[in-house]
């Protein structure tokens, strides 16, 4: 399909979003209630992961790498 | 692979008969059928993603449905459907079933897409009466505008009958003008005229059968005989998919039902074999009739019965078949005679040969045929013979040339070049519509072809773009088909010319396109 401009290209692409959830058949005051509950969940879910996904797996890596090279620094640093 | 054993007692060999279980393929002999025609029939599974996203569609409308239904209790908004009185709220509520729930909250919406008003001939192109609705689909008003030259791609016209020319329709008019249009009694007491004694030679004869007797309704030949033919100490074996009035003609009678699997021959052998053995539900008798119902050409799927199996199997246990062909007969077969031509099979191995004039006759009315004896039995004990009232003379004289058309008795090769204008019609649809990468069910020689949409939001836009495109196209959804499987139904006409076909398909690919309906994997 030939779009014309990015405009047209993202109609297309939230009339998909309509059809495929099924929200197409409701009412348009229905509609905006679930894209705003819909927006809400994905926002949440957005700043969520950036508050917190850093230091999990900063905190993830840590725990790993000690397992896995912490045993022989250890006995190192009491033979010196 | 599997091979019926025993098969010499009715003549079909071992060889004519296998199945295979990856695709299922028809191998045919017989005289009027190329041996070695291979019939293909599959009902492809969409990808699993379409699934979910299906039921995700139908859980988020559910969803919406129960707040709109708190909105309404509380008072927030008005309600417009049935409901209890407030004397009646302390009794058994009447209106909480998922069925009218579902009417409320999902079939109200988008209730536009059906019953769309005609106002011409039911034939290739037809004009609609413009509809609007201000308040979602709860009400409707005319703007008085008509829609002209719609392509009709939903009407069983399947031979072009449904027409209006004034010299094919001279011989109806003289009949309206000589008898009348109403009979104005039943077939027993005075509804019985020479017409109708001549129209069912003809039947008879078009089928290849002794005897055939016909009624007024379609619906009403099957919902009002099988209970003249089997009652209590019968049993029934009717295939999963079959019509409702079959459905509703085996529980009137009061036999016992079992439904077996579409199409699967397996699966019914092993029903009849565990019926046999077992005997009626208490006391263990042997069964009064078996008779196994399936028909011609199923209206929603598109597939063929597997009619040369069946036979031997009925042969082999000693059962009747009821074929009901309101949808092949016309349709299918290289002079148009069902698919008893479709296979090569003779029309005396069937028991009773149903069908309706309704689709390729362009008329109104059913019949039963088959051997004498049966026919008159049901001639005097029938339902629909004693009570409705018989078949109006014009719509008689409508079917009796169509049947002339058919054969040729009029003199003109019409008709063999109706039919065969619609198998090629037929082959070209399936075949392009396969190309595009649509998912399509059903045996490739069948004319109606359903076209799988699966989800509920792109069923209703499908029907919705079709007509601003000016194609009229039926779309099916719930209680007719499986939740997850909703369909658009396409029915090949004679009367389709190649041109219509190709605009058809041409807005068929960019619909599809733009709504993304191209699930088919086999490209």
């Not at chain 2, 002999?29 to 041996?35: D, K, L, R, Y």
């Not at chain 2, 003609?249 to 199409?263: E, Q, Y």
């Amino acid at each position: 399909m030939a779009f014309k401009n990015l405009m047209e290209y993202l109609a297309w692409l939230y009339y998909q979003y309509l059809l495929v959830t099924g929200i197409y058949v409701l009412e348009p005051w229905e509609k905006s209630i679930f894209n705003s509950l819909l927006f809400s969940a994905v926002a949440m879910v957005i700043y969520t992961s950036y508050v917190f996904v850093p230091i999990h797996v900063r905190l993830a890596l840590e725990f790993f790498s000690a397992i896995c090279g912490g045993q022989p620094e250890s006995t190192m640093a009491l033979m010196n | 692979m599997e091979t019926l054993t025993h098969p010499d007692q009715n003549g079909l060999k071992c060889k004519d008969i296998h199945i295979c279980h990856n695709t299922t393929q028809i191998h045919v002999g017989g005289p009027g059928v190329t041996s070695g025609q291979h019939r293909q029939e599959d009902f492809e599974k969409a990808p699993m993603h379409v699934a979910v996203l299906t039921y995700l569609g139908f859980g988020i409308v559910t969803l919406f449905g129960y707040f709109r239904d708190f909105l309404r209790a509380v008072g927030l908004e008005k309600r417009n459907l049935a409901q209890e009185r407030e004397e009646q709220k302390e009794f058994v509520p009447l209106y909480q079933d998922f069925e009218n729930f579902y009417t409320r909250n999902l079939y109200m919406r988008v209730r536009d897409n059906w019953n769309r008003p005609l106002c011409s001939l039911p034939g290739p192109v037809i004009d609609l009466m413009e509809r609007v609705s201000d308040d979602y689909n709860w009400t409707f008003r005319l703007t008085g505008r008509t829609i002209h030259n719609v392509i009709n791609m939903g009407s069983y016209n399947y031979l072009g009958f449904a027409e209006n020319t004034a010299d094919y329709l001279e011989t109806v008019a003289d009949k309206a003008r000589h008898y009348g249009v109403g009979v104005c009694s039943t077939r027993q007491e005075t509804g019985t005229l020479d017409i109708h004694v001549e129209l069912e030679y003809l039947v008879a004869r078009f089928l290849g059968v002794e005897s055939s007797m016909v009624f007024g309704m379609g619906f009403a030949t099957n919902s009002m005989n099988i209970p003249a033919l089997v009652g209590k100490g019968c049993l029934i074996l009717s295939d999963e998919l079959n019509h409702t009035s079959l459905i509703l003609g085996a529980r009137l009678s009061g036999a016992t039902i079992k439904v077996f699997k579409h199409n699967d021959m397996a699966y019914l052998e092993k029903e009849l074999r565990d019926s046999i053995c077992s005997g009626q539900p208490r006391t263990h008798r042997p069964w009064r009739k078996i008779l196994i119902m399936v028909e011609g050409i199923y209206s929603m799927e598109g597939s063929v019965v597997r009619l040369p199996e069946l036979i031997a199997l009925k042969k082999r246990y000693k059962a009747c078949l009821y074929l009901d062909e309101a949808h092949s007969i016309g349709a299918v077969g290289p002079g148009g005679r069902g698919v008893t031509e479709l296979f090569g099979v003779n029309p005396a191995d069937v028991d009773v040969m149903m069908g309706t004039f309704t689709k390729s006759f362009g008329a109104a009315g059913g019949y039963i045929a088959g051997k004498k004896e049966l026919v008159d039995y049901l001639r005097s004990r029938s339902h629909s013979a004693m009570y409705t009232s018989s078949m109006s003379p014009p719509i008689a004289e409508q079917i009796i040339r169509a049947i002339k058309c058919i054969t040729g008795h009029d003199g003109s090769t019409e008709g063999i070049k109706r039919i065969r204008q619609l198998a090629e019609n037929t082959r070209y649809f399936r075949a392009k519509v396969k190309k595009m990468g649509f998912i399509i069910y059903g045996n490739d020689d069948s004319p109606v072809v359903p076209i799988l949409l699966y989800m509920p939001g792109k069923v209703v836009a499908f029907a919705r773009e079709m007509l601003e495109r000016k194609i009229a196209v039926v779309v099916v959804g719930f209680p007719a088909t499986p939740i997850t499987e909703a369909r658009a139904r396409f029915c090949m006409s004679a009367a389709h010319t190649k041109d219509m076909l190709d605009e058809v398909l041409h807005h068929l690919d960019e619909v599809g396109d733009t709504l993304g309906l191209k699930f088919s994997r086999r490209k």
